[in-house]
């Protein structure tokens, strides 16, 4: 069974869609340990309750990114993690950090990528009028939101949409995403070949 440590800095919906296709024998690999830089996530809660190990690396009591980093390392390493994933965490992980864990490192980002990286997704979208948006699942590389893209989901975006309203029906999609990205991954389909990934049959 594959296992994969789960980065996390607050509610934790996208962890509690991985745990939810777990337990119905969608995915299979098991969350070896849950890790936030934020000590009271509602993730940090989804995790205990069903028995999967957390770790807290708050970053304001870490000396410097090199430190906070490392320990997130040594708790991936401890858990015999294969693959990190990144479930709504809010720090931007340095290039030594990923290339530690080159290829190793999954994403999932609230828009159709190239268009949209960083910050603030949706408003984006909303303000530039854009008809369609979406979520994307990455492999991660040195850049921001700029890594080989697995799969994306498409979500149109409505005349009267807000932020709050484009993001939740992406939120849905981004649900659906990452459990089929982690499926794929944990049954060896996933080849990537520079920027592109290909789908194994």
Avoid at 26 to 49: C, F, G, M, Q, T
Avoid at 68 to 92: D, P, T, Y
């Amino acid at each position: 069974m594959h296992k994969v440590g789960v980065l996390v800095s607050g509610r934790g919906s996208n962890l509690q869609a991985i745990l939810d296709r777990i337990a119905d024998g969608y995915l299979p690999l098991e969350v070896a340990v849950v890790i936030s830089d934020k000590a009271n996530a509602l993730a940090l809660e989804r995790a205990a309750k069903v028995g999967i190990p957390t770790v807290v690396v708050a970053r304001k009591e870490c000396a410097s990114k090199d430190e906070f980093e490392a320990k997130i390392n040594v708790a991936l390493v401890e858990a015999g993690c294969e693959l990190v994933v990144l479930a709504g965490f809010m720090r931007i992980l340095s290039g030594s950090f990923v290339n530690q864990w080159q290829q190793k490192i999954i994403n999932i980002h609230p828009a159709l990528l190239p268009s949209f990286p960083g910050l603030d997704a949706q408003g984006q979208a909303v303000n530039y009028g854009v008809k369609f948006s979406g979520c994307t699942v990455h492999f991660v590389d040195e850049g921001t939101d700029s890594g080989p893209i697995i799969l994306q989901k498409v979500v149109p975006v409505l005349d009267d949409d807000t932020e709050e309203t484009l993001a939740a029906r992406i939120l849905e999609q981004e649900h659906k995403a990452m459990p089929e990205a982690l499926k794929l991954w944990a049954e060896g389909k996933l080849e990537i070949f520079g920027r592109h990934v290909r789908v194994l049959a």
